[in-house]
């Protein structure tokens, strides 16, 4: 989304000194240091170059935070930090946990420079238990935690309101393994739990303003935690696992059932990973669905599937994988429902998304009894949990650990592939060996660095982004070739482009925000300045589909209002396009006005948008320009060259995960360039594929293909790394 993250911001020494009083002579040991802490995310850091006595440039990095967000907060920290020369900075509004952590990280910079790495004694915290709100992952109220102190420590946390749980099911994680550790390390500097990084900030956020709240001052209780330095080697395993979401615990199953001992890691504090989001596959003609929902006749035609793909994909180069992930989707399927007791009598049989005749098609997992559905599909972690207590259970040796991230293949002298390194959270390096590895990390959404490479442009993430493109670079280490890694990611989702997960604004205020971020009745004008309109690209229906604004570059475009019409809306209310825009999973609980009901509050939303990034305002073309990055001649053209007050409202692509990645073979075998395989490293899931899709179009958006890649891919990847490493 937007390109540049970090700012570097130069000042002559001669300008710092004019602007700030002059220092104690040898305040710092002059050098760059580099800072670290979190915000809404972790990874936020700040380098600063220093003098003896003052600060000379300062490099923020918020790449981790909302991109448009933390992108322009980064820039005007920086500003401030160079004016402050100090931590004394106003911050920025609408970026609190941005600015907080960003002061934390130059806090820590400074410390260095002075030799004294943390705060000697804290400011004393009254006894008693005290409140503290922020936001987490939730999207329709923040977080409040309740915190207990006793002689100057915390000895208890809870978490009071939250929202975090509907939206999935990491927000258990974050409760569970971060409270325990907060308070036996008594520190805010534990790190957040992977793969729930917003909910476990917002326990932390919560809990600094409860250190606040008690008379302490939070800032002190960013103790750094001491990091393990040791190293643990684990021999002898036939399959390694590297990620268990669902295409890596399918591939743990399949390996499991030849009877192979398989190792499984998983860098999140949970397995599931974004297949535990998921509604769920596509699966034809499976005899399961077929007994439950169609009087065990089939209910779909495999021939005219495969056709229809190969034309979508335009080759017949993988027509091989093509043909078993039409005609063994129901197959595996039932597979895992015989094997491993899966279950997915959520909702009968689905149709197509974009083939109205194929009105039977993809199916929905069963929900977890006891907690049911949260608002992106049924619970499900319990179906993988029991998968892989039924997969341990068939060879003694079979374990699995969380929190643990891949790092990088393990190599012989002469090059072939021999184990895994691997990360403990508690920052033991493990090093596990074995006979195959099966890379399973869910492609590379976390990874701007990638997504940069890829498509030039980062997109916001509805999706996991722990899966950071490990997988695949660990494949390419070993000499792999990548297949149709362009693939557009997967997009369902517009909203805008920052949610406000504060209540700064009420949810029918910010329901009205949505709708004017996504109604498609106002020019729509790209980050070039040009006219977007809905072109059809993904090749599907002629339906208007939200899957076309990834075609938009940068995966966005602004709606652009004029004065005239948002006086409109002042008075007349929304149109009939903008009242009917909602945003799927994306909504934060409000209700728009009825059409030709006036908005008298627009002008309070449009401003707080404004301070979150949500809206542009601008006095003119060139001004509107300005904040869009684009060229003025263009935009003018585009508007028709009226000037008059603009407000210009990002509509922003929320994505799933990617795609493309590593070429493979029918067995699932990891390709090199010249097309041989390295015959004992496999990928699976989004680290594979690619091979079903092709560059420059949406992945194949039949219906759940995306997860019955991953019942296909596992079935295949784990039978055959079994009978490499047992041969
Ligand atoms: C909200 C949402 C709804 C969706 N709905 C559907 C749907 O209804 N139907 C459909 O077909 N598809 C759907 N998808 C897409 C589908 O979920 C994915 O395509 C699928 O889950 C991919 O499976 P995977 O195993 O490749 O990745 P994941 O299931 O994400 O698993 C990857 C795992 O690897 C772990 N990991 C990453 N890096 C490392 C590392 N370095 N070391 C160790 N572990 C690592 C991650 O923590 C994760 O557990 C949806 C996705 C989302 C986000």
């Known amino acids: 989304m937007k390109k540049g993250i970090s700012w570097v911001l130069m000042l002559s020494l001669c300008l710092a000194l004019l602007c700030v009083p002059a220092m104690a002579e040898g305040t710092y040991t002059p050098g760059t240091y580099t800072g670290v802490s979190s915000g809404h995310e972790d990874g936020l850091s700040v380098t600063v170059t220093l003098d003896e006595n003052s600060i000379t440039e300062v490099t923020v990095d918020v790449s981790n935070e909302t991109p448009l967000i933390g992108g322009v907060a980064g820039e005007e ?26 002061r934390r990280a130059l806090a820590d910079a400074l410390a260095q420079a002075q030799g004294s790495a943390a705060v000697a004694e804290k400011t004393p915290v009254a006894d008693g238990s005290f409140k503290g709100t922020a936001p987490g992952f939730g999207l329709v109220s923040q977080m409040t935690c309740e915190v207990s102190f006793e002689n100057g420590a915390m000895t208890d946390i809870k978490v009071v309101e939250e929202s975090d749980s509907q939206t999935g099911e990491w927000f258990a994680s974050a409760e569970e393994l971060l409270i325990p550790r907060l308070l036996a390390e008594q520190s805010l500097g534990v790190d957040a739990i992977t793969g729930a990084t917003a909910s476990s900030n917002g326990i932390k956020n919560c809990v600094a303003k409860a250190i606040d709240a008690a008379g302490g001052v939070a800032d002190e209780w960013y103790t750094p935690v001491e990091k393990s ?22 591939s743990y199953c399949a390996a499991a059932d030849q009877g192979a001992s398989v190792f499984g890691i998983e860098a999140a504090g949970k397995i599931g990973g974004n297949s535990v989001c998921t509604y769920g596959p596509m699966a034809l003609n499976s005899e399961y ?263 938009a570059p940068d995966f966005m475009y602004y709606n652009i209002y004029t004065q005239a019409d948002i006086d409109s809306i002042r008075e007349n209310g929304l149109s009939e396009a903008q009242a009917g825009a909602t945003s799927m999973f994306l909504s934060q609980g409000g209700v728009l006005p009825e059409v030709g009901t006036p908005v008298a509050d627009i002008d309070e939303i449009l401003s707080v948008g404004a301070e979150f990034k949500d809206v542009l305002i601008a006095d003119g073309i060139e001004a509107l320009a300005d904040q869009i990055g684009c060229d003025a001649a263009v935009l003018s053209e585009t508007l028709g060259g009226v000037e008059t007050t603009y407000y210009a ?67 295949i990847a784990g039978t055959a790394a079994a009978a490499y490493a047992m041969d």
């Not at 401030?80 to 600015?99: F, W, Y």
């Not at 990645?661 to 097309?675: A, K, S």
Request: some cysteine; overall charge negative.
């Open 229 to 250: 330095d040791s190293t643990v080697v684990i021999d002898g395993y036939d399959v390694i696992v590297v990620g268990l979401g669902g295409s890596g615990v399918l």
């Open 289 to 551: 669905l077929k007994n439950l929902f169609n009087n065990g006749e089939d209910y779909i035609d495999p021939d005219e599937v495969y056709q229809v793909w190969i034309d979508y994909v335009e080759s017949e180069e993988k027509a091989d994988i093509i043909s078993e992930a039409v005609y063994s989707s129901g197959k595996s399927l039932d597979y895992y429902v015989e094997n491993f007791g899966f279950e997915f009598e959520g909702r009968g049989l689905l149709g197509s998304f974009v083939i109205p005749s194929w009105d039977k098609e993809w199916c929905v997992y069963s929900a977890d009894p006891d907690t049911g559905w949260n608002i992106l599909g049924p619970n499900k972690t319990f179906q993988f949990l029991r998968a892989m207590d039924i997969a341990m259970a068939k060879n003694e040796k079979n374990t699995y650990m969380t929190e643990l991230t891949g790092e990088k293949l393990i190599f012989d002298d002469a090059g072939k592939v021999i184990g895994v390194q691997a990360r403990y959270y508690d920052g033991t390096t493990y090093e596990i060996y074995g006979d195959t590895v099966i890379l399973a990390t869910g492609g590379f959404l976390g990874s701007s660095e990638m997504m940069m490479e890829v498509y030039g442009s980062n997109i916001n993430a509805m999706g996991d982004t722990v899966n950071d493109g490990t997988g695949i670079r660990m494949g390419q280490s070993a000499g792999g070739a990548t297949y149709m890694l362009r693939t557009m990611p997967m997009v369902h989702i517009s909203q805008v482009a920052n949610l406000i997960r504060t209540d700064d604004l009420t949810a029918d205020q910010k329901a009205v925000l949505t709708a004017l971020a996504l109604t498609t009745d106002m020019p729509m004008v790209t980050t070039q300045g040009e006219a977007w309109g809905n072109t059809n690209q993904s090749g599907t229906t002629d339906e208007k589909v939200s899957v076309e604004i990834v075609f």
């Open 77 to 102: 920290l920086a500003a401030q930090i160079l004016a402050a020369q100090g931590t004394e900075i106003d911050g920025v509004t609408g970026a609190t946990e941005t600015s907080g952590g960003v």
């Open 649 to 715: 409202v990002p509509c922003t692509s929320w994505c799933y995960g990617t795609v493309g990645g590593l070429d493979v073979d029918i067995n699932m075998n990891v390709l090199r360039e010249d097309g041989t395989p390295i015959e004992n490293l496999f990928a699976v899931g989004q680290d594979s594929e690619g091979v079903c899709n092709i560059d420059g179009k949406a992945y194949t958006p039949w219906g759940g293909q995306a997860q019955s890649w991953t019942f296909v891919s596992g079935k």
